[in-house]
Nanobody, 124 residues
Framework: QLQLVESGGGLVQPGGSLRLSCAAS????????IGWFRQAPGKEREGVSC????????NYADSVKGRFTISRDNAKNTVYLQMNSLKPEDTAVYYC?????????????????WGQGTQVTVSS
C-alpha cells in the first residue's frame, strides 16, 4: 500500500524549533517532488515548501522564508521540514504530498499522494 506518514509535530513555545519528517512506504520517493502544506482551523490548506525529486530545487512560502528548510534523504525515503523561529501563526496541521515529477507542481491539485498530517502548535 502506497503511503506517506508525517511525524515530528507537537507543542512548542514561540521561537522554538521542530523538525517534521515525511516517510514513504510502498514506493520510493526518488522520482517524486515533495511538498509540505499546512491547514489552520477555518482556513484553506496552503503551500509551505516544496523540493524537487533530486533536491536541487526548493521553494518556500514568503511567510516561512528564512525560518523553514526543506531537505530530503532519498536513501531513507524521507523528506524533512526543519522549522525554526516558530510563531503562533505557524500553528496548523502539516501535511506532506508527493507528485511523480522532477519539478514541484504549480497546483495543490496535481499531487498524487497525501499523508494524514501532523499537528504543530506554537504557544506559550
Amino acid at each position: 500500500q502506497l503511503q506517506l506518514v508525517e511525524s515530528g509535530g507537537g507543542l512548542v513555545q514561540p521561537g522554538g524549533s521542530l523538525r517534521l519528517s515525511c516517510a514513504a512506504s510502498g514506493f520510493t520517493l526518488d522520482y517524486y517532488a515533495i511538498g509540505w502544506f499546512r491547514q489552520a482551523p477555518g482556513k484553506e490548506r496552503e503551500g509551505v515548501s516544496c523540493i524537487s525529486s533530486s533536491g536541487g530545487h526548493t521553494n518556500y512560502a514568503d511567510s516561512v522564508k528564512g525560518r523553514f528548510t526543506i531537505s530530503r534523504d532519498n536513501a531513507k525515503n524521507t523528506v524533512y521540514l526543519q522549522m525554526n523561529s516558530l510563531k503562533p501563526e505557524d500553528t496548523a496541521v502539516y501535511y506532506c504530498a508527493a507528485r511523480g515529477s522532477y519539478y514541484c507542481p504549480q497546483s495543490i491539485y496535481e499531487y498524487d499522494y497525501w499523508g494524514q498530517g501532523t499537528q504543530v502548535t506554537v504557544s506559550s
